[in-house]
């Protein structure tokens, strides 16, 4: 397996565990020097924190655990393609690669919507790959989602 | 004095706070039925946390303080034009009015950059009221970093 789905699969691990726990299932993981510094769900419904998805959970982990403020240097995988406020997040503290696994087409902040890197607003843009494991990415939400229905 | 301009007077004095503990001075408060549920500086560099920006910061504190994930009905005075993450953030909790001082047309997200509460993405927009106390949250930026110049 490479490291990339490797990540992705931690990262997947996250998303499931934040479904079982009922939070829309989205994880992340940043990594610094192929080390896992900071991982985490969705955790919006648990901390009544709209702030805390999972990208922006895992970034304040991280930071924590490394006593600085920026991540210059790190990558962060995330499962569903970053909102605006996590997409900004993302670049404030200065992630260098991006890895993402489905599009969001009604949230998305990277390559849908503000498509905040390619902005003159936006002072430092990571590298962005897409596409990673996103069929399982995206099943992930799409049950959950269903099963919500189901519930309602 | 009205009551925006008693907010955001709350908000400077809040700003001018952070500055006094060498953060980038931003204030917020989040106000519900004319009662303040939360006030915060900027905090980044002492919590080590790219994502404490004033209005998150303060927004985080009235959710936990109410004990909700979002603050439908409730205000948010901020001294500067919030940015892309905190924008969005803004939207998330629901804000019914968003009340800032000064623009920040390099890294701003409402009537600069993004202009995030006119794109497709965004599901929730405030009501904007800006260029309240504007001089003087503006006054209150550059003498910290003509002050910042000077110490380096």
Chains 1, 2 share one sequence.
């Not at 955790?43 to 006593?67: K, P, Q």
């Not at 996590?86 to 992630?95: D, K």
């Amino acid at each position: 397996m490479t490291k990339t789905k490797h990540f992705m699969e931690l990262a997947l691990a996250e998303a499931q565990a934040a479904g079982a726990r009922d939070e829309v299932p989205i994880g992340a993981v940043v990594v610094l020097d192929n080390v896992v510094v900071g991982k985490a769900g969705n955790r919006t419904r648990e901390l009544n924190d709209v702030t805390a998805h999972a990208e922006i959970a895992a970034i304040r982990m991280a930071c924590e655990a490394l006593g600085q403020e920026r991540l210059t240097g790190a990558d962060l995988y995330v499962t569903l393609e970053p909102c605006t406020m996590c997409a900004a997040a993302i670049s404030f503290a200065r992630i260098r690669r991006l890895y993402y696994g489905a599009e969001d087409p009604k949230g998305g902040a990277v390559d849908n919507g503000v498509r905040f890197y390619g902005q003159p607003t936006c002072h430092h843009a990571p590298e962005v790959y897409s596409g990673i494991a996103e069929k399982d990415a995206a099943n992930l939400l799409t049950t959950f989602f269903q099963m919500k229905r189901t519930e309602g």
